[in-house]
Structures are given as structure tokens and as C-alpha cells.
């Protein structure tokens, strides 16, 4: 839509104004035209000031255009699909279809980043003595090189109780925040809430909206008694625009507690095995949240009756589980150098007849650079419905995510007959699980999941690192596998 | 609703991959054993083979060594009753003693039930299962189901998965 037609600019307005400004804008600009020449039928430019002001002061036709202007202008998001099948024959059954949705920023369009509100919160109990606390201290000074100066950086350490190290500010001097964080000590228990409602406390500090705001989580152990209260807390502030992260060193931590922690902003959860990798994740993340092009980034399952997504898993730029259950799906930021991709299991009900099936795919995002907050964007994924559908190969890529990921799905099975102690169907399932990665040509992780098959079957359970490895190897597969190809 | 072929279980159709044994479900790209293009070709009559009659099964527990070249894998393996050799079948879930999986058996027309290694009374003695591609045993293709005795240095082909094969000659 060009300015000369867009009603806001005719009256040189926000598309946020209020109709007071509107009002005032359009009295001050027919001012500007004498008595003799206010004739909308023969003179363009007053009919077209007079058309704008009669429908952006009216809320009902100013909605309509404000949803039509979101559809015409250049979108800020380019959103791409791809599906394992685009028809599908008449069927008595349902039908199951992959679809792999690519969001992305615009070319030309990656610049104007917001500045980073960063919090590491660092567990300092008694286990995280030695090389864990030490590799977590020069991997925190080491960040400090990845920030610049706009960016903001607060350190808070928690056992019993929380302590902030770093208050909420701009990085003055590198020296200071390694000396602040050298004295940090192990000792006490586990108690995550209380790190975590002082992070937040700390980044609160500062205007939330003028940052791209995010919370590093880095523990080694199970928080005790307080779950509910981590979850809720999580949920709420990812509201307010704060994501989290949560990295678990070391196999004693509860790998399903921040999976659950981090699904409401759509962060991501990760598992440090060596110490030593700890510089590496928290280098990697923050290199990712330095260049984010849009924040907030949701789905809102607004399907028909006929449709039911299954399962949802993030691809890029990091693989994770995507959580279902709530209102709108959370797809968390959107980094400006690499997309988005994600996989949808869709199940479509029985198609009688010959019919064009519209998968709407509603997105809602804040784009900092735009002026954007909660602004929707659509898309739509067409199946048709033909009594003879043309059987076509889904895409390779496609069939190579569902691989993997069924792969990461079937060790997630594993450990729920093992919790449900069906011993017996976890080693069958376990070996089952070896034999695929055997064939996907994984050979590390099928050793470990065929030792642990072993273990299942001798000491009737698995090995805490091995039902991690497994989890996070499997789960790192489906990040390997490459994405939608652009045109570009 | 479609069935897997490999453990039966029943998924909506349209899937890709069994949900339960991770087995691919397009028709089109099934996997039987690959029919490999050496199996034409007509190779020198091998010796006659033991006379069934005159295997005894033995009870003595033997130790062989697999040599893999080609994945330089190497392994010892107790032949007590009888040691399988194949590809693991995620359908029955049975693990041969010897799984080629790992050597690309499936690719180099290894069958999931392909031979079998046997202690006789007339010493180790291999079995082709009827393997579609084959068995050849030191440049001889063996014909199926018949028993061939085995010599430590002995080079045997499952397929196109080349195995040495080493143990004390007692």
C-alpha cells in the first residue's frame, strides 16, 4: 500500500492513534483547504482527506482496513510451508500430514536489534563445587565479550537463598564482573524459585519493552518443594517479554522440570555433560539472542473442527519440544540471521468428499525495529481433498526431521514405560530405538542406548547420564536436519 | 489406518514412520534386502557339503574371532549352541548373534536371517539360511541350507560384507 492511499498517512498518523488525534488531525489539515475548494466531486486531494477521516473515525471500518492494511502492506514476517502431502484421497479414516512451517525475517530487513537485558542465574549448592562452579565462572566472563555496550547484564546465585551478585546494569568494567563473580562460593541446597523471583526482580529493574529480555538459567540439581511455583513464575513473565533458558550440567538435574520451565516463552533447555561445555552453550545462546528480529513469536491454534495437531517440535534454530496445551503455541524469539522452523503431526479427519482443506496458521509477534507489539500474521496451508490424489514423494528434508524426530520420540516412550515400570516394553522399545539409530548411521548414541537396553534388562532401569545423552542426543538429531529451502 | 510391516502396529495413514519400532512406512521405499547384482553371476561349484547325518551337535564351548575389514570392526563371540548371523529385525525383535546392521547389511544384501555358525561334532560348521544374496564361503557360493565346515583364516562373504573368520583348531 502506498502512502499516497494509506488513510493514516493522508492524515499523517500512527496507526496506533487514538480518534481525539485523529479528529484533531483531520480538523487541522481541512483547515488547510479554502471554503471553495472542499468539494469532494471535483477536488481528489479533499475527497481523499475526507475518505480517510470517515473511516478511521469510524471503529468498525477502521478495523476492517486496519486488518485489510495488515494483509496488504510488505509483511515483516515471510512464513513458508511445506506438507509430507498436499492431497489426500477420499478416505473413510483420518489421514496424517507433516507440516514444516518456516517463519523468517524479511531480506534487507535484519538490522535494529534491541539491546539485551540478560540475567544468569547461577546455582552455587554444595554440588556445584569444583570444576562446575569454576567452568560457570569464566564462562560468565567470558560473555562479557559478546555484549555490547547498550546491553545490560545482572548475575544472580542461588542456594537456600537468593543473592545478587550483579545488579541490573550496563557493563561498566569487565574486571569488576570478574572479580564479583569469583567470590561466589558452593554451598547449600537447591532452591530455584528463589534465584529465579530474584533474577526476575533484577531485570524488572529496567523498561522491559526497550530490551530483548532473557533469563539464563544454570544448574546441576533437583529444586526442592517449590516446581509449581518456578512453573507459574515462568509463565507469567514470559507474558511480560522475558524468555528463559535452562542449561542442566551434570545428570542430577530433573530434565522434564525445565523442558516445562522454558516451554512457556519457547526457550530453550539443554544438557551440559562435561563442564567444559559450558562456555561453548552460553556462548551459542547469547550469540543467538543478540540478533533478534522478533520477539514473542506465537501460533494460535484457531483450527477448524477437522484438523487436530499432535505434536509440535522446534527445529531451528534450536531443537525443542513445542507445548500444546496451552491457549497459543510459544515459538519464542526469532533470531534475524537464521529462521524459524518447526514441525506440526496434523491429523485430519475423514474426508468424504472432494473438498480444499485451509490450514490457517495465525501468528502473532512483537517486531521491536517495526514498532510492532502483538501484530498477527497469517498463512495458509492448502490440502485438497481429491477422489484421485496423485501419490508424490513427501520432500526429503521433510522425511529426514520426522526421522529423527520419531527417533527422539521413541526414546521419550522409553522412559515413560520405565516410569510406568513396564520393564519388559522399555528393553523392547530400547532395542528397537538401537537398531533405528544403528541404520541412521548414530553410532555413538545406539552404544549407549543399547547399553542402557542392558541395563534395563539387569538392573531394571537406566543410567541418569544415559537417559540424557540419549534425550538430548536424540533430540539434537532433528536440529541436523536441514530446513525448508528459500529461492534465494 | 495402515499396518507397519515390520511390528504390525496400526498408525493413521499418511505416517511416516512407525511410531512404535521406527520402521519407514511409504510402500515405495520399503526395506527387503537389496538384490545385489554379483548374485547373477555363476561362480565355481563348491565341494559337496557334510552329510547331515553325520553332525552331531557338540556341547563345547568354542571362542571365534569376526573380523570385519571393511567397518574394521572385531569381535569374539562364544559359539555355544549356535551363533546367527544377520541383521536385527525390529518385527520379531530378534538380534542376530552377528548383527551386520552396523556394517551397512542392508545396503550390502545382508538378509535379516542370513547363516548360521554351528558347533558339530565335526567341528564349526556354517549354514546359508537361503539369503537372498547369498553366502560365499572362501570364493565357493554355498548353496542353501546345506552344512559347510568352517577353518580358522577362512574368509566368508554374507551377502557383500566381507567376514574373516579365526579360531583354535582343536
Redesign the interface.
Known amino acids: 500500500m502506498t502512502g499516497e492511499f494509506n488513510y493514516y498517512k493522508i492524515l499523517g498518523v500512527d496507526p496506533q492513534a487514538t480518534t481525539d488525534t485523529i479528529r484533531q488531525a483531520f480538523a487541522e489539515l481541512r483547515a488547510g483547504f479554502p471554503q471553495e475548494m472542499r468539494d469532494a466531486a471535483v477536488n481528489p486531494a479533499y475527497r481523499r482527506l475526507l475518505n480517510a477521516y470517515e473511516v478511521l473515525n469510524n471503529p468498525e471500518r477502521r478495523a476492517t482496513y486496519d486488518s485489510l492494511l495488515v494483509e496488504t502492506a510488505l509483511p515483516a514476517l515471510s512464513i513458508d510451508s511445506l506438507s509430507?502431502?498436499d492431497q489426500?484421497g477420499l478416505?473413510e479414516?483420518?489421514?496424517?500430514?507433516?507440516l514444516l512451517v518456516d517463519v523468517r525475517a524479511p531480506e534487507q530487513e535484519v538490522k535494529a536489534v534491541l539491546p539485551l537485558n540478560l540475567c544468569l542465574v547461577i546455582d552455587r549448592s554444595t554440588s556445584m563445587q569444583g570444576t562446575r562452579l569454576s567452568c560457570v565462572k569464566s564462562a560468565v566472563e567470558l560473555i562479557a565479550d559478546r555484549l555490547t555496550a547498550e546491553d545490560i547484564i545482572s548475575v544472580v546465585t542461588f542456594s537456600d537463598r537468593a543473592e545478587v551478585v550483579l545488579p541490573a546494569a550496563h557493563l561498566d568494567s569487565k574486571a569488576h564482573l570478574a572479580g564479583q563473580v569469583r567470590r561466589i562460593e558452593a554451598s547449600g541446597g537447591t532452591e530455584i524459585y528463589q534465584g529465579l523471583s530474584a533474577a526476575v526482580k533484577e531485570m524488572r529493574k529496567l523498561p522491559l519493552k526497550e530490551y530483548t529480555n532473557h533469563l539464563i538459567l544454570l544448574t546441576d540439581g533437583h529444586t526442592y518443594g517449590d516446581v509449581d511455583e518456578c512453573l507459574q513464575l515462568a509463565q507469567q513473565v514470559s507474558r511480560q517479554g522475558i524468555g528463559f533458558s535452562a542449561f542442566g550440567i551434570g545428570s542430577e538435574w530433573n530434565d522434564e522440570f525445565l523442558d516445562r520451565l522454558v516451554a512457556s516463552s519457547g526457550g530453550q533447555s539443554g544438557f551440559i555433560e562435561s563442564p567444559t561445555q559450558i562456555v561453548d552453550f552460553l556462548q551459542q545462546r547469547i550469540t543467538g539472542l543478540g540478533a533478534i528480529y522478533a520477539q514473542n513469536l506465537r501460533l494460535l491454534p484457531d483450527f477448524p473442527k477437522s484438523i487436530r495437531v499432535q505434536y509440535g517440535f522446534k527445529i531451528v534454530p534450536f531443537a525443542q519440544p513445542l507445548d500444546l496445551d496451552n491457549s497459543t503455541i510459544q515459538l519464542g524469539d526469532l533470531e534475524g540471521r537464521s529462521p524459524l522452523s518447526f514441525l506440526l503431526e496434523v491429523?485430519i479427519e475423514q474426508q468424504p468428499v472432494e473438498t480444499r482443506i485451509n490450514i490457517p496458521l495465525l501468528f502473532t509477534a512483537d517486531i521491536p525495529s517495526q514498532g510492532m507489539q502483538e501484530r498477527t500474521f497469517r498463512h495458509h496451508h492448502r490440502i485438497y481433498v481429491l477422489a484421485d490424489a496423485a501419490k508424490v514423494?513427501?520432500p526429503p528434508s521433510l522425511?529426514k526431521a520426522?526421522?529423527m524426530l520419531?527417533?527422539y520420540?521413541?526414546n521419550e516412550?522409553v522412559w515413560e514405560e520405565v516410569e510406568a515400570g513396564r520393564l519388559d516394553v522399555a528393553a523392547?522399545?530400547m532395542?528397537?530405538?538401537?537398531?533405528?539409530l544403528?541404520?541412521a548411521g548414530e553410532?555413538q548414541l545406539?552404544h549407549e542406548a543399547q547399553s542402557e537396553m542392558g541395563r534395563l534388562a539387569q538392573a531394571g532401569t537406566m543410567s541418569l547420564e544415559g537417559r540424557k545423552r540419549l534425550k538430548y542426543g536424540t533430540r539434537a538429531l532433528v536440529n541436523q536436519t536441514i530446513t525448508l529451502d528459500h529461492d534465494d | 489406518?495402515i499396518k507397519c510391516s515390520d511390528?504390525g502396529a496400526s498408525?493413521?495413514?499418511?505416517?511416516?514412520?512407525?511410531?512404535?519400532?521406527?520402521g519407514?512406512l511409504?510402500e515405495?521405499t520399503k526395506k527387503t534386502t537389496t538384490v545385489l547384482p554379483f548374485s547373477q553371476f555363476a561362480e565355481r561349484p563348491p565341494p559337496p557339503p557334510l552329510a547331515g547325518t553325520e553332525l552331531e551337535p557338540s556341547s563345547e564351548v568354542r571362542r571365534l574371532i569376526f573380523v570385519i575389514p571393511a567397518s574394521r570392526r572385531r569381535f569374539t563371540l562364544e559359539l555355544d549352541k549356535e551363533i546367527r548371523v544377520g541383521r536385527?529385525d525390529?518385527k520379531s525383535?530378534v538380534?542376530p548373534e552377528l548383527d551386520l546392521?552396523?556394517d551397512n547389511g542392508?545396503e550390502k544384501g545382508v538378509s535379516r536371517f542370513h547363516a548360521t555358525i554351528m558347533a558339530s561334532s565335526r567341528g564349526i560348521v556354517l549354514i546359508d539360511l537361503g539369503s537372498t544374496n547369498g553366502t560365499v564361503l572362501n570364493s565357493y557360493r554355498l548353496p542353501a541350507k546345506q552344512p559347510y565346515p568352517l577353518q580358522s583364516g577362512d574368509e566368508v562373504r554374507f551377502g557383500d560384507v566381507l567376514v574373516h573368520l579365526f579360531f583354535n583348531n582343536t
Open positions: 509430507s502431502r489426500i478416505t479414516s483420518v489421514q496424517r500430514i507433516y491429523d514423494e513427501p522425511v520426522v526421522r520419531n527417533m520420540r521413541m516412550k523392547t522399545r532395542r528397537r530405538l538401537t537398531t533405528r544403528l541404520e553410532t545406539a | 489406518m511390528c498408525q493413521p495413514e499418511g505416517t511416516l514412520f512407525c511410531s512404535e519400532c521406527g519407514f511409504l515405495s536385527a525390529p525383535d538380534v546392521t552396523q542392508l
